[in-house]
């Protein structure tokens, strides 16, 4: 340090010979854009395209103001009386209270300065006290102290924001305008992410985009398949192009864990979760609402993690995803939340409570929409030892309009399940026998689009079974149930159509001893797979529910995921990393044809891209279905040309071989013809190589190897 010293003074002596100033204020020189004058900054690693937002470190400190203005003898007391609110929040760091001192009057200023631990209590402090009434004269108006920075620059004037020129954007559905009809997926395999088509004609993958560290944790389609949600630690972003994956939008999160877009695609809700300062308290949840396509986050909500956990503080344990539920159909008017003794539920015009109240109902414990129409369905259990009875009501928003109730007695639990188009909704009630030492199940089936909406109870032919799984047909009127003991459970279809009744439901037939305990419909209905995961090591059997027959049996040996893609032609059955080994996925057609199979050390995970609805009418795609034979014979051509394609790369592949085997048969008989005398040399003579004109002699020959004699002294 004392050379750099005596070097600098050096310097200045110099300078000061030379007539040369020192006093040179570097931060008022300013280079051109991009130049460096060939010195690379230590930071330039720093500002990246995806650099942080670094805060300014005061993240942990309010600003509370409207304080009242006491002399110093009322200080301590002040002080106190703050300090006991503000504890009650979360830790206030030694010396983190500071209320500024007039020094002429010796008054305080009105206002103070307090550092919490975490940044997380510092904005919990600031959700819960802004507002709070110290007196009537004194109402705390609470802000962050990294605010300041931010209103210090808002100009004094208002200026006109600057239009820029429209410029169009890339068509983000061009993927579906792929000429051999493909759908696409992803797949994530140890640290790379990749999009793949599916070629199913030429039993193989075709690459899209691929990279690496794309994630952190997992990746996520949107509803209708135009983005590609990933998760960082700064936050999400989606994806999405014409003909490649360019980053469309960020959304900044830290520390992120899940992520959930609405049906419509037009917001996306993050989540985190964060450990408090002290340890006898919960974790501090933060939940934000993004608009999909500006970025701008529409609201936020923060507390504890009993505020969202399922029936609010002192209902259900533990937390469920997603926390808001969206409703309404795609058109995303409405979300809700479970509260305790209520359901809040927000539109999105505003992002505010729908008649700025929640929908009270005591003791409610779930809740569900129906996928198309504003209307929530939900149960309340059975209360004071079964003297109140549990009950499922639906809703009508916005006017909370109840539509229909139906009492339920001796209720232990309900599931409710809606079909995809909103035209049923299945209650699976589980009720306590006479006796209360064991349970029974039965269904409660509402028909949604009928008038006063009628309701069928359903119970299966042995009351006692187990009910295993239970999946309405896409777009239909069927509906399926795994249900009896393992190994071997049976599995029955119903039709809420019976042959002579239109109005009532009836069993189609029922499937005897099956290992199956899972169900996966395909998306345009008519087939089902029965999968057998898990314990049953990937079972798979593909039916025809239209003619009630199975089509094919296989097996996907420790299969832990089945997903049909969005058109209902494929199925892909994949491994994951639960398993250490046979990772990978394979291809299989709708009728149960293996296509192809690619394995994956490290597999995470396999989502097909969806697609959105149709834009054809009812009425044509039933058109389309009469005429099916006209349409399909431009397909069939190009089926018969892949398939010729097909036969014509087989055949070159296999005269490739034939001339690769006859290759390396004529270098052998060269390699044979020229070591020809050598043979014959090393046989005496002899010139033939058959080994039959030979006869085999055994001979023994000695040979010494070693002699040595050894003088041994003998003693009597």
Not at 446 to 453: C, G, N, P
Not at 652 to 668: A, P, Q
Not at 677 to 700: C, H, P, T
Request: with cysteine.
């Amino acid at each position: 340090m004392a050379a750099e010293v005596m070097l600098m003074n050096e310097i200045e002596a110099t300078a000061a010979q030379m007539g040369i100033d020192m006093n040179i204020d570097f931060s008022s020189i300013q280079l051109p854009p991009g130049e460096n004058c060939g010195i690379i900054s230590d930071d330039d690693d720093v500002y990246h395209d995806d650099q942080l937002e670094f805060d300014s470190g005061f993240g942990n400190v309010i600003v509370v103001d409207n304080l009242p203005v006491v002399p110093r003898e009322k200080f301590e007391k002040l002080e106190g009386v703050i300090r006991k609110i503000y504890s009650q929040i979360g830790v206030i760091k030694e010396d983190g209270l500071w209320m500024p001192v007039d020094p002429e009057t010796k008054k305080t200023l009105g206002y103070c300065f307090i550092e919490y631990n975490t940044p997380q209590e510092a904005e919990l402090a600031k959700e819960k006290t802004h507002g709070y009434k110290l007196d009537r004269a004194h109402i705390f108006a609470v802000n962050m102290f990294d605010d300041f920075d931010k209103y210090m620059k808002v100009p004094d004037e208002w200026a006109p924001p600057e239009i820029k020129p429209y410029t169009p954007g890339e068509n983000l559905q061009k993927w579906l305008a792929d000429e051999k009809a493909r759908d696409q997926f992803v797949i994530r395999a140890g640290t790379d992410t990749e999009v793949l088509w599916n070629d199913a004609r030429q039993s193989k993958t075709e690459p899209v985009y691929k990279r690496t560290y794309w994630t952190e944790s997992f990746v996520q389609w949107s509803p209708m398949g135009t983005y590609l949600a990933t998760v960082h630690r700064q936050g999400a972003a989606v994806w999405g192009g014409a003909n490649t994956f360019n980053r469309l939008m960020r959304y900044a999160h830290p520390q992120v864990k899940l992520i959930d877009f609405s049906p419509g695609e037009k917001f996306l809700v993050t989540y985190s979760s964060h450990e408090p300062s002290n340890p006898r308290d919960a974790n501090r949840v933060v939940i934000n609402i993004f608009d999909v396509r500006t970025g701008k986050m529409m609201r936020d909500f923060k507390g504890s993690a009993d505020e969202f956990a399922v029936g609010g503080a002192g209902g259900v344990a533990g937390n469920s995803w997603p926390v808001f539920r969206w409703g309404g159909g795609k058109e995303d008017k409405y979300f809700a939340k479970l509260g305790k003794n209520m359901i809040s539920v927000y539109e999105t015009e505003t992002f505010s409570l729908i008649d700025k109240k929640s929908l009270k109902v005591e003791n409610v414990v779930d809740f569900s929409w129906s996928p198309t129409d504003p209307i929530i369905a939900l149960f309340v259990p059975e209360l004071g030892g079964g003297n109140q009875p549990a009950r499922v009501s639906l809703v009508q928003m916005p006017g909370k309009e109840e539509l229909r109730q139906k009492n339920l007695f001796s209720i232990s639990d309900c599931k409710m399940y809606w079909q995809s188009n909103g035209d049923y909704l299945a209650v699976k009630a589980d009720r306590y026998t006479k006796t209360k030492k064991s349970t029974y199940t039965g269904f409660e089936l509402f028909r949604i689009k009928e008038r006063d909406i009628p309701i069928e109870v359903l119970e299966l032919d042995n009351k006692n079974d187990k009910i295993i799984a239970f999946a309405w047909e896409p777009k239909g009127h069927r509906f399926a149930v795994i249900h009896g003991d393992n190994p071997r459970p049976d599995v029955s279809f119903y039709s809420m159509r019976s042959t002579h009744n239109l109005g009532r439901v009836a069993k189609l037939t029922t499937l005897k001893g099956k290992q199956a305990n899972a169900l996966f419909w395909s998306p345009g209905g008519r087939f089902i797979v029965l999968a057998g995961l898990k314990g049953f090591n990937g079972q798979l059997e593909f039916f025809n529910v239209d003619e009630l027959e199975t089509m094919a049996t296989a097996e996907h040996f420790m299969a832990t995921d089945v997903e049909w893609d969005p058109t209902g032609r494929y199925v892909a059955t994949s491994v994951t990393s639960v398993h250490e080994m046979e990772n990978g996925f394979n291809i299989w057609s709708f009728n149960g044809k293996l296509l192809y199979r690619i394995l994956k050390d490290h597999f995470f995970q396999f989502l097909w891209r969806p697609r959105p609805p149709s834009f054809l009418t009812p009425e044509k795609e039933e058109e389309i279905a009469r005429n099916l034979k006209k349409y399909s014979k431009k397909y069939e051509a190009e089926d018969q040309d892949v398939s010729m394609l097909l036969s014509e790369q087989d055949r070159e592949k296999r005269r490739m071989l034939k001339e690769e085997w006859e290759k390396w048969v004529s270098e052998w008989r060269r390699a044979q013809e020229e070591e020809k005398l050598e043979r014959q040399k090393l046989r005496d003579g002899e010139a033939s190589d058959e080994e039959e004109e030979y006869e085999a002699k055994e001979v023994e020959v000695e040979e010494v190897l070693d002699v040595s004699e050894e003088v041994l002294s003998f003693e009597e």
